[in-house]
């Protein structure tokens, strides 16, 4: 970097094939087209940005006046005693920042065993930091890590108490695929600090639509090639991947967020589509 600023014929290449492109993007391209490049950049991510928050917006409402900075989700069994849902979670903490000024608004959610309908609720807990690393609420110091569904791969139904294995944790999402479950979300009012809260009925029906539309539309987005549905090849940082049953990288995601994925890359297809002829137009 610092002698391409000098103005020296520099060479450079890696065997990631990200760092080409991010030396290209920040080393050949600027020098090479100078500061026209920052004003098409601009330009262009405004263009997909706005395109897709028009596109998706059906797909992820939230009441008046809230921004909607995270969704947070824990991948889910079923309980092989009780079959109850269960999510997987080593902890549920949301926030505890540990600086002065921010130990009066740790946060986290309380799971709550539902057996009656074989799943697993959720509430918020919020206030002061309390003793070592719980927080002080109305029925005394609670703490997010005691409520752990999983450890060490293994398991566990708060539901029944049931210890579920290893191995029938992966051999369900090698069978059925991991579940997943919305149980908190992340949200801002106005210039206002973070929030969080429980998904309401809103937030679960645009997760529903999104699922419905994704189920509805897969056929043509494969046709487009937009679902990344090569095969997830073996080797040492894949192959945990593979013990839970995720042989496609398409599975990486729930359906909502696939479909996020799959409309930026529409959308960015799209814009190279019109780049391209806006180019043609302007060339001599």
Excluded at 13 to 32: F, G, H, I, Q, R
Excluded at 156 to 170: A, P, Q, R, T
Excluded at 255 to 276: C, D, F, G, S, W
């Amino acid at each position: 970097f610092e002698a391409a600023r000098y103005g020296l014929n520099v060479y450079a290449s890696d065997l990631n094939p990200v760092a080409v492109v991010t030396m290209k993007a920040a080393m050949e391209y600027p020098l090479k087209f100078g500061a026209d490049l920052q004003k098409d950049i601009d330009k262009w991510v405004k263009w997909v940005g706005d395109e897709a928050e028009k596109r998706l917006a059906e797909f992820f409402p939230s009441p008046d006046g809230e921004t909607v900075q995270n969704y947070l989700w824990a991948h889910t069994v079923v309980c092989p005693n009780c079959q109850s849902v269960v999510p997987l979670s080593p902890n549920w903490w949301l926030y505890k920042r540990p600086e002065k000024q921010n130990l009066h608004k740790w946060c986290a959610v309380k799971p709550i065993p539902n057996l009656e309908n074989k799943r697993v609720d959720f509430e918020l807990i919020k206030g002061k930091k309390g003793k070592g690393t719980t927080i002080q609420s109305e029925d005394g110091d609670f703490d997010p890590s005691i409520y752990n569904t999983i450890s060490r791969g293994v398991g566990k139904c708060l539901c029944c108490d049931n210890v579920i294995e290893d191995d029938v944790i992966k051999k369900q999402a090698q069978n059925e695929g991991l579940g997943h479950q919305l149980y908190a979300v992340a949200f801002k009012k106005g210039k206002g600090s973070l929030e969080f809260r429980i998904p309401n009925q809103l937030d679960l029906d645009g997760v529903e639509k999104a699922e419905k539309y994704l189920q509805e539309n897969s056929k043509q987005l494969d046709i487009n090639e937009l679902i990344p549905d090569l095969n997830i090849v073996d080797g040492e940082k894949t192959r945990e991947l593979l013990r839970y049953g995720i042989e496609k990288w398409s599975k990486l995601f729930n359906p909502r967020q696939l479909l996020t994925l799959v409309t930026y890359l529409e959308i960015i297809n799209e814009a190279k589509t019109k780049l391209h002829i806006e180019l043609q137009c302007v060339s001599p």
